[in-house]
């Protein structure tokens, strides 16, 4: 008998943490998704939608840094996909608008004033600090152990607004190290896949790294 109708496997038993059994799905996100880091591949279990389990890996080979003006379009594009994500449409298509301008400057300035427009607006909604407030923090120990870049420290929140601050300095975009993937699963144990996404797309994963060693799964 077919387990899988359409593709879709059944969900199987598994115990929660009161000890009564919940159906168990597993599920892989990516790598195509909208609002999604390019590459990346989730594996989870989940229970309700709450992630239970997950291991990350990356397909394909990074992207080379390209120049000052692409960092910029790809910083901005992580931004888009963060606010929409967060269903704050509005400022998405604002940041859209800025990363689709920012491709095609060419030897043009970047509007400057557009990203600092958008900055103002991100850093001034009460809603979207009140929403992301508490979301995932990370200490700059756990930075360092889970080899984040070390502007990933504090929560949700924290990381959005360094991101759109990145976007909107001057200075050049492209030396963030590229995050190693064996990690990504352990930091969205225990979120519904909705906060999990927030979460990801916090880190602004501009490039992706496979460790070189069999990858483990999180677990709850």
Known sequence: MDMSPGGIPLAGGGEDRDGLEMDVLKVRLGPVLPYWPAGLV????????VVTEARAEVLGAADEAGDETDARARALDNIVSFLALAGW????????TLRDAALGAGEDPVDLRGLE???RRVRRSRLLRWSLR???????????HQGLPADSAGDTYDRLVRMVDRAAAASRLGDR????VEHL???VVGLDLAAA???LASLDLHELRAHHAQHEAAHG
């Open 185 to 187: 699963g352990k930091l």
């Open 197 to 199: 996404r927030l979460v």
């Open 177 to 180: 190290p590229a995050v190693r």
């Open 89 to 96: 449409e509005d400022a998405a298509a604002q940041a859209r």
């Open 134 to 144: 508490g979301l995932r923090p990370l200490t700059e120990e756990e930075v360092r």
């Open 117 to 119: 427009r958008l900055q």
């Open 42 to 49: 989730l594996h989870c279990s989940l229970q309700g939608d």
